[in-house]
């Protein structure tokens, strides 16, 4: 999954952060959301 598509993800279902598997990395990521309606992203390793 794209990381414009966690974010889609994770607005349609309301939450504040959506774990997922970054298609580009091949990894674990969490998108987040920050204050003022900005977001961050964190690749896991």
Excluded: C, N, W
């Amino acid at each position: 999954m794209s990381v414009d598509d966690a974010l889609y993800q994770m607005e349609l279902v309301g939450h504040d952060f959506f774990l997922f598997y970054d298609k580009d990395t091949e990894r674990p990521s969490v998108v987040y959301r920050r204050h003022a309606y900005d977001y961050g992203l964190i690749r896991l390793a």
